[in-house]
């Protein structure tokens, strides 16, 4: 059982509501949504509702409708993080209720800035109770405002503000800082020039966010001064993630942070959180000197300062630090910078060396990462050491000691990665190493259909021998554990049947017997079985004629053989393409393999399986017809030599393919082999196969072979084993009543 426990039965019923949304609405005129009966929602539901919308992407102008009703669906702290919606929905879903916290970060479809703010101030509601506000990403595009009057200021409530990623500028600034009760303000990676508008607010600003403010146009002595004028500031970000490619070298930054460091412990007496990563410009002696006079220090940022190993943290147990050092340092950073891409590369980067030999499972650990990949998918920066550091901490048997729901979000992030970066041979080479793991491909949950297509598709445009090996192992994993409409649809690809075709021609040509060549065929074989759609490809594709050549030329390799053999079994199996096989010199090559005693079991069983479909339609047969008697006495004489295997050689989906077989009308070699195969399953596997004994009618077809008289006592023998074998197994499972 996964260690996290069932899910909550809160989020079960919310995801229930979601799927079945368009059930339980109607549709206005505007064609928005409308819940036909909803209850009266806790406002804690009701936002959790919202958020579980949006986690699934299905928020939009339809369904954001069902939150008109302000009265029933009670909405406190709203987001809409991340989906697509028009400023007209925002404003007539959102705006009626109540909200103390709204997230419209990275929004799209036309909502701004200035729209979501003039739809907050047009209720009489949000204008005073919304408490914090974050628009990161959005285009503020103020000049869209019909009303001069109204801007940030007009929320008279907010205390915590963030714009990081806006085209911010010098006048906003100023009207956000005469809000009164402003505590926390984010301008990360904005315009602005000027940073003088803080004096407005420096009795109440507690926390200030300035990431990475590239058009500054203060001298370090000005910024200095404002900054120090913050008497209420207690965390105060100041880091920059410069770029080697970059005009500005930040050397103005750099001073301003080199004299916070040295300044007396009276500048910015309540600070007790500092983040100066990036800033590469300060020194180890300021760096000891700010530590020391600061007693309350909570938090350090020193990522890429070169001064996370200072030896003046290391007393320090209660403070936190970003940092390359050690795993506490980089795991903090990964937490804190999840949205800095820089950073979280140089963080990823050294995570990466620290667990290059991990040998304890750590899920929180992976969680971050996996959080580092969400938040930049279309980074190939962060995906090309992302991806490696989910190699090492789910390599070997970690994967097993960690919750199944986060090794199967850690499967969807690296089939994001390959989806992504098709030709990035390093990125797809972590993620199939990543994939490469017997647990992972059998045991999770997933979309294996699409990891299929995803690795067949990189195996059709590279040749590296390695990465082929192991995409070839991957695939022919994931074929055998495909539903049979997976299977079918995959079957219909001409272009993955062709890879695989073009993988064991490529290793035949050269005679080679490896281990790609054996995922090959092992793949080619689960595609077609049961599968008449995949068999006919086969066929269209040219590989009888290949398997025909490979059968030939392999024939000392029992593993080879009994993979070929198995293939051309699921083919005899479909009647439709029973012609395809009707070659006298392929079958007189599968009959000299059943005969020869030197040859596995294996090898002959599934010859033998070949020949007893051919045979068993006398009316079907093509060829001469003393050629199908000496097949059929052959099949016969042969089977009584095998010896019971204890090794599992085979598995069956179904015994629907034996039922023809088993008829009192078919001949003694045909019956034989198939109840010879039927036995061996049920021997090695008696619980799995009893029941599909009954399902597909088979017990019934074994009962009427034992009853007539004119069948063979060597069928009657083993019949007569399977049906006392599954009978002691079902009384032996019976429950007393």
């Known amino acids: 059982m996964d260690p996290e426990g069932p899910q909550a039965l809160c989020d079960l019923c919310l995801a229930q509501v979601c799927c079945s949304l368009e059930a339980l609405c109607s549709k206005r005129a505007d064609g928005s949504m409308s819940l036909i009966w909803a209850p009266l929602f806790p406002p804690e539901l009701a936002d959790r509702l919202l958020q579980t919308m949006a986690s699934k992407e299905m928020l939009n102008d339809s369904t954001v409708g069902i939150f008109r009703d302000s009265k029933e669906l ?47 101030v047009s209720s009489p509601e949000c204008s005073v109770s919304l408490q914090r506000l974050s628009l990161n990403g959005l285009h503020l595009d103020w000049g869209s405002l019909e009303e001069s009057c109204i801007g940030f200021s007009s929320l008279l409530g907010l205390r915590t503000l963030h714009l990081a990623n806006t085209d911010l500028t010098d006048d906003i600034l100023e009207d956000i800082c005469s809000l009164p009760h402003l505590e926390s303000l984010d301008i990360s990676c904005t315009p602005v020039s000027n940073l003088s508008a803080l004096l407005q607010c420096k009795n109440s600003l507690r926390s200030l966010i300035a990431h990475r403010l590239r058009q500054l146009n203060m001298s370090p002595s000005r910024l200095l001064f404002v900054l120090s004028q913050l008497d209420a500031l207690r965390h105060l970000d100041f880091s920059d993630d410069r770029l080697p490619a970059e005009d500005t070298d930040g050397r103005d930054g750099d001073e301003v942070a080199r004299q916070l460091l040295e300044g007396s412990s009276q500048i910015l ?24 006079s600061r007693s309350g220090l909570i938090f350090l940022g020193l990522l890429a300062t070169g001064l996370s190993s200072s030896h003046v943290l290391t007393s320090l147990r209660n403070l936190k630090v970003t940092g390359e050092a050690n795993e506490n340092q980089v795991c903090e950073a990964l937490r804190r910078y999840t949205e800095r891409e820089c950073f979280v590369q140089k963080a990823l980067v050294q995570l990466y060396r620290l667990t290059t030999d991990a040998d304890t499972a750590q899920p929180d650990m992976l969680e971050l990462v996996l959080g580092t990949m969400k938040s930049h998918p279309s980074s190939l920066h962060v995906h090309l050491v992302a991806t490696a550091c989910v190699f090492n901490l789910t390599t070997q048997d970690l994967a097993e000691a960690m919750p199944v729901s986060l090794i199967r979000s850690t499967i969807t992030q690296l089939l994001h990665a390959m989806k992504t970066f098709p030709n990035h041979q390093q990125v797809q080479k972590n993620c199939l190493l990543a994939l490469c793991s017997d647990y992972i491909l059998q045991d999770i949950p997933f979309d294996r259909y699409v990891a299929a297509m995803l690795v067949i598709n990189w195996l059709s445009n590279h040749q590296d021998p390695t990465l082929q090996r192991m995409a070839v192992a991957v695939i022919s994993i994931l074929v055998a554990k495909l539903s049979k409409e997976e299977t079918a649809k995959l079957s219909q690809d001409v272009v993955f049947m062709k890879q695989l075709l073009a993988i064991v021609q490529q290793k035949a040509m050269v005679g080679v017997v490896d281990s790609t060549l054996k995922f090959a065929l092992s793949a080619l074989w689960n595609l077609t079985d049961e599968m008449p759609s995949a068999a006919r490809s086969f066929i269209q594709c040219q590989g009888l004629e290949l398997y025909e050549e490979v059968l030939e030329s392999y024939y000392n390799e029992p593993t080879i053989q009994q993979k070929i053999l198995g293939l051309l079994n699921n083919i005899a199996e479909v009647k439709e393409l029973q012609a395809d096989l009707m070659d006298e010199g392929l079958l007189e090559h599968i009959l000299i393999l059943l005969k020869d005693t030197q040859v596995e079991v294996g090898v002959r069983y599934f010859a ?46 179904s015994f629907r393919p034996f039922c023809p077989l088993l008829q009192t009308c078919q001949p003694s070699g045909v019956q034989l082999w198939a109840v010879w195969a039927i036995h061996l399953v049920c021997s090695q596997n008696t619980s799995h196969y009893s029941s599909m004994l009954e399902r597909d009618g088979v017990t019934e077809l074994l009962k009427a072979l034992a009853a007539h008289p004119d069948t063979h006592s060597d069928i009657q023998r083993l019949v007569g084993s399977i049906l006392r074998t599954v009978e002691g197994h079902q009384s032996s499972g019976a429950q007393p009543l």
């Open 608 to 653: 033998g399986g070949i020949l007893a479909h051919l045979t068993s339609k006398a009316e079907a047969w093509t060829l001469d017809q003393d050629f199908r008697d000496a097949i059929l006495k052959q099949l016969h004489e042969s089977i009584t030599t095998w010896a019971h295997l204890e090794r599992e050689m085979v598995s069956y989906r």
């Open 74 to 120: 009670r909405l406190r702290r709203a987001s809409i993080r991340c989906c697509v919606m028009s400023a007209e929905a925002f404003r007539l879903a959102l705006c009626p209720h109540r909200l103390l916290e709204l997230d419209a970060s990275w929004a799209s479809e036309g909502l701004t800035g200035a729209s979501v703010v003039s739809g907050l």
């Open 269 to 292: 007496p309540s600070l007790v959180s500092l983040d100066l990563s990036g800033r590469k410009m300060i020194g180890e002696a300021a760096l000891a000197a700010f530590v020391e």
